[in-house]
């Protein structure tokens, strides 16, 4: 059974910004921060941490940053869906703009997963991929336009907004999340307050100068949103 995502959640990855013991101590103050404010957090894993992240936290959703579609046996350097789920993955990251897909690769990718239990969360440069890649139906799509990702610059709301409206036309049932170019807490807030049912940051964190007081501030600012919602009868 695929692992339950309770929203809104906060995601976050490490890219290569920090590698090692660096990702593992990372990912402990990813899995404080989540029992601390009861919010799923969903930490994209380097491959060379994935068992030791899985192996101990609790509260954390621990994602892959990648997989191919085949099945074992032949194919040296390919990313086996048994092998990552093995490892103690939960679910799996599609058609990053660092590592894109097509279509017909997406959607067999998702078959995969779908067969192994694992979440899959998909990435969508510009509003029409993201209806495009709705029509596959994975668990999680992740509208972001590629030329913010790593920067400063969030979305703006409309584009949040379209992209929600968009995905949810077409699946009701897929979650929709903002992560390109967030640096603030209040975004946090304020996105998932537009409609997004998470949002997330990575280099956003990495980079800041105290990057564990601004990940726990961004967590905190996913419950504040949570029973805000709540008072509003959105959630």
């Not at 703009?97 to 969508?124: H, Y």
């Not at 668990?139 to 992209?163: H, R």
């Not at 603030?184 to 800041?208: C, H, K, N, V």
């Amino acid at each position: 059974m695929k692992r339950k995502v309770r929203v809104p959640y906060f995601e976050t990855s490490v890219k290569n910004y920090i590698y090692g013991d660096a990702v593992y101590d990372f990912a402990l103050e990813c899995e404080k921060a989540a029992v601390k404010y009861d919010v799923d957090v969903m930490f994209i894993a380097p491959y060379t941490e994935i068992r030791r992240i899985a192996e101990n936290t609790e509260k954390l959703i621990v994602l892959a940053p990648y997989m191919d579609a085949l099945r074992p046996g032949r194919g040296m350097a390919d990313v086996l869906p048994e092998a990552i789920k093995a490892a103690g993955a939960q679910g799996v990251v599609l058609n990053h703009c660092e590592r894109p897909m097509t279509l017909g690769q997406i959607k067999k990718c998702i078959d995969r997963a779908n067969e192994l239990d694992l979440l899959t969360f998909v990435c969508a440069d510009t509003i029409d991929e993201a209806r495009a890649i709705a029509q596959l139906h994975p668990d999680i799509i992740n509208p972001e336009p590629s030329e913010l990702i790593g920067g400063t610059c969030a979305s703006d709301m409309s584009y949040v907004k379209q992209a929600i409206d968009a995905v949810k036309a077409i699946d009701p049932n897929i979650l929709v999340e903002q992560a390109a170019g967030i640096t603030t807490a209040q975004q946090i807030y304020d996105f998932i307050m537009a409609g997004s049912e998470a949002a997330g940051s990575a280099s956003g964190i990495l980079r800041a100068e105290k990057p564990y007081e601004l990940l726990d501030e961004m967590v905190k600012y996913v419950k504040k949103a949570r029973e805000d919602l709540a008072k509003l009868d959105r959630i």
